[in-house]
Structure formats: C-alpha cells, structure tokens
C-alpha cells in the first residue's frame, strides 16, 4: 500500500497553484505544455511550491519518436564516411475528440489537425492517428468517502467485465479505494477477469478492516480526493503506457492540503488524463462546482454520468473514448528556456469538443544547437512560440 497519509509516494504536497516542472539531471530546463478548452493557460516553472519530505530525482518524460537526420561529415581517416545524427523531437499529445454531443466523431484525416503555442501561428501537426491499442496505464479510483458510496457494491464484477475486451494483457492496471486512506494492492496483477475481480475485492477488504480500526479514532488523518489522486499521478508518472485515471467519485474533496488547481499542474506536466465517473444525483452539483469537472476536461478527460447499475457500462464506455482518442504528433520548438506554454489543438472545418492531455520534454542544449555538425532543424516545419499570457485559476 502506498501513501496512506494522503501525499504521493515521497510525501509530496503541491502548494496552490504551482506549476510541476521537474529537471531533467542532463538538462537545466524542463518544457511542458498543456491544453486549457476554454483558455490557453501559462503557469510558472519549476518546483518552487512542492514540499517534499525526501528530495527525489525525477528524470523528465519524453514524448516522441525519433527524427533520424543523416549529416556528411568529413574525418582524416575516411574523408566518405557519414554520420548518423538521431534527436528526440516530436511530441506525442492524447487528444479526445468529440462531436459537440459528446459523441465520436466519423475518422477525421490527419491533414486537418493543427497545433499553436502560446498564441503563435497555427501549425499542421505532423502526424494524428488513433491511439487504438497501444498499452494503457490505467489507475482506477473507487471513492468510498463520497456521500453515496452504493455504486461500489457491484465494482468487482464492473471492472472484471473490462477483460478481455476493453482491457488487454500489454496494459498496466492498478486499483485502489479511498476512504479514511488510500488503499491498493501491493503489486499490479494482470488483466484478466478473475485477477481484475480478486484485486478490487482486496483493496475493499483492506478499506473496510481499516475502517474498523479507525472507528474509535474516527479517521484522525483521513486522506482526501485531490491529495490521493496525486499519489496516484505520481506513480503513473513512472509508467510507460498512456496515463489515464477513471475515478468513481462525486468529485467533492474534503479537506485536501493541495489544491485542485495544483493537481491539475501536476497531472497535466506528467501526461496523465483523468476521467471522473459521477452518479447523476451528484453530478449537477460536481458541475456547479466546478473545480472537479474542469480538473477532468484541463487534464484531458471528461466526466460521465454514471448511474451505479450501469457501472461496468461506463467504465467501458471510458476506455472506449480513451482508446478513440488521436495521438498528435508536431515538433518540438526549439528554445533553450524552460517553463510552462500553452498549446491549442484545432481541426479545420470542424466543430469540435477537443481535450488534450499535458506533456513534458527536455529543452535544446545550448552546446548541441552550437555544434557545426547538428543538423539544422527546419524552422517552417516547427512550431513558433507566440507571446499570449493567460493567468492561471486558483
């Protein structure tokens, strides 16, 4: 089990507000971007609001694939020989997609996807294709504290029914349960039905024997909503899949040490899409309120209406959309300061609701961009920083 008193594996608290740029140790800058639908958000860098309670080193994730440049570089020992120069510079953004139903939409050609940054010009990405069945991280949170914790009775079943069609064996799936504490199994089992069920009805078990204990105490340090859910961002940071959370929940946080707006920095900078499964009679106030339903749209997700006989339903509907969103693919702009920039995914000709999840990735080195012998990148083909300043929500 990890993170019992409601701070991620290493005791981190995100202050209000704060941006979560983390250094690489070979480069002095981070870079993240992030899609705001409504606004386009820019936040400070750097982790100079995180309290941690033991310093870790956090190597910054890289989305992309390799560009391969081949540069002829003539040697005193083999004036004919080439040389091969290969960086990492394209980015891969999650991108949901939906009809203004929130509906999918008919396959839209990859021509018509553009990408801008801090309000400069407008790029076509370089590639869009579904993300289909490429591996999932996926974190499922089954909130017993919320006010009508009925909808859990049936979870073991709901999620077991996820395989094999939903779920496959290369993705990566953990779950846990908030209640006075957050609860998971040890380890990450498969994603059969049997090993899907076996894990739900453990961390309910442990919820419950728990609950027991603390009766007497009445839950001294209880663990809240935004600060178990940035444990959970925290551990899917270190995974390799497409980072997702489905939460079960009524999206109300109960007296968090971190803010929403901060756990939406941090999930947005570790590329990790939360999607909130809410029952219809709590939905309307989620709505109102805000802060929970702009957390799952900031960070690249949505919220469901989900009734709790229709749990298993929904949460397959979810991978659905997860498994229908475009992987956009553009350049990386090439600058050599870090920080937080907008980005604003467009289709042309389209109407559309589009929710992009946040990346990070290292900044140029200065030596690199000097050396005689890099390849020059094509600046027509690479997005242009613009100088749109958004303030950002607290």
Same mark, same amino acid.
């Given at each position: 089990?990890?993170?019992?008193?409601?701070?991620?594996?290493?005791?981190?608290?995100?202050?209000?507000?704060?941006?979560?740029?983390?250094?690489?140790?070979?480069?002095?800058?981070?870079?993240?971007?992030?899609?705001?639908?409504?606004?386009?958000?820019?936040?400070?860098?750097?982790?100079?609001?995180?309290?941690?309670?033991?310093?870790?080193?956090?190597?910054?994730? *890289?989305?992309?694939?390799?560009?391969?440049?081949?540069?002829?570089?003539?040697?005193?020992?083999?004036?004919?020989?080439?040389?091969?120069?290969?960086?990492?510079?394209?980015? &891969?953004?999650?991108?949901?997609?939906?009809?203004?139903?929130?509906?999918?939409?008919?396959?839209?050609?990859?021509?018509?996807?553009?990408?801008?940054?801090?309000?400069?010009?407008?790029?076509?990405?370089?590639?869009?294709?579904?993300?289909?069945?490429?591996?999932?991280?996926?974190?499922?949170?089954?909130?017993?504290?919320?006010?009508?914790?009925?909808?859990?009775?049936?979870?073991?079943?709901?999620?077991?029914?996820?395989?094999?069609?939903?779920?496959?064996?290369?993705?990566?799936?953990? %779950?846990?349960?908030?209640?006075?504490?957050?609860?998971?199994?040890?380890?990450?089992?498969?994603?059969?039905?049997?090993?899907?069920?076996?894990?739900?009805?453990?961390?309910?078990?442990?919820? &419950?024997?728990?609950?027991?204990?603390?009766?007497? &105490?009445?839950? =001294?340090?209880?663990?809240?909503?935004?600060?178990?859910?940035?444990?959970?961002?925290?551990?899917?940071?270190?995974?390799?899949?497409?980072?997702?959370?489905?939460?079960?929940?009524?999206?109300?946080?109960?007296?968090?040490?971190?803010?929403?707006?901060?756990?939406?920095?941090?999930?947005?900078?570790?590329?990790?899409?939360?999607?909130?499964?809410? &029952?219809?009679?709590?939905?309307?106030?989620?709505?109102?309120?805000?802060?929970?339903?702009?957390?799952? =749209?900031?960070?690249?997700?949505?919220?469901?209406?989900?009734?709790?006989?229709?749990?298993?339903?929904?949460?397959?509907?979810?991978?659905?959309? %997860?498994?229908?969103?475009?992987?956009?693919?553009?350049?990386?702009?090439?600058?050599?300061?870090?920080?937080?920039?907008?980005?604003? %995914?467009? %289709?042309?000709?389209?109407?559309?609701?589009?929710?992009?999840?946040?990346?990070?990735?290292?900044?140029?080195?200065?030596? *690199?961009?000097?050396?005689?012998?890099?390849?020059?990148?094509?600046?027509?083909?690479?997005?242009?920083?613009?100088?749109?300043?958004?303030?950002?929500?607290?």
């Amino acid at each position: 089990m990890a993170g019992h008193d409601g701070h991620g594996p290493d005791g981190s608290d995100l202050s209000k507000g704060v941006g979560g740029c983390v250094a690489a140790a070979a480069f002095p800058f981070s870079v993240c971007f992030w899609n705001n639908p409504w606004v386009m958000r820019v936040g400070g860098s750097g982790w100079a609001g995180v309290r941690m309670r033991r310093t870790t080193a956090v190597k910054a994730c *890289i989305w992309g694939l390799l560009c391969a440049c081949s540069v002829a570089a003539q040697t005193s020992e083999n004036a004919s020989s080439s040389t091969l120069h290969v960086y990492t510079n394209l980015v &891969q953004i999650p991108t949901l997609v939906l009809g203004n139903d929130r509906k999918p939409m008919a396959r839209i050609d990859e021509q018509r996807f553009f990408v801008s940054l801090d309000g400069g010009r407008r790029l076509r990405a370089t590639h869009a294709r579904l993300e289909g069945d490429d591996p999932i991280s996926l974190t499922i949170l089954l909130d017993l504290s919320q006010s009508d914790p009925g909808i859990m009775l049936g979870a073991d079943q709901a999620i077991a029914s996820l395989a094999p069609l939903s779920l496959h064996a290369k993705d990566e799936v953990s %779950i846990y349960a908030l209640d006075c504490q957050l609860i998971r199994p040890t380890d990450q089992g498969a994603t059969d039905a049997a090993t899907l069920k076996q894990q739900v009805d453990l961390v309910l078990r442990q919820s &419950q024997s728990r609950d027991r204990r603390d009766t007497k &105490q009445r839950c =001294q340090n209880p663990s809240n909503l935004w600060d178990s859910l940035v444990t959970i961002v925290q551990a899917l940071s270190m995974q390799r899949g497409r980072r997702v959370i489905l939460a079960v929940t009524d999206g109300v946080d109960r007296g968090s040490r971190n803010s929403w707006n901060a756990l939406r920095d941090f999930a947005q900078t570790r590329s990790v899409a939360i999607f909130g499964l809410v &029952q219809p009679g709590n939905l309307r106030d989620t709505q109102n309120e805000a802060p929970f339903n702009d957390l799952c =749209q900031l960070s690249g997700g949505i919220l469901l209406p989900t009734p709790a006989k229709d749990l298993g339903k929904q949460l397959a509907w979810a991978v659905t959309l %997860i498994r229908g969103r475009y992987i956009v693919e553009f350049p990386r702009p090439v600058t050599t300061v870090g920080g937080h920039y907008s980005m604003d %995914i467009t %289709i042309s000709r389209r109407r559309a609701f589009i929710r992009a999840a946040g990346a990070e990735f290292p900044t140029d080195d200065p030596a *690199i961009l000097s050396d005689p012998s890099t390849a020059p990148p094509d600046l027509s083909r690479t997005p242009q920083l613009g100088n749109r300043k958004i303030l950002t929500p607290h």
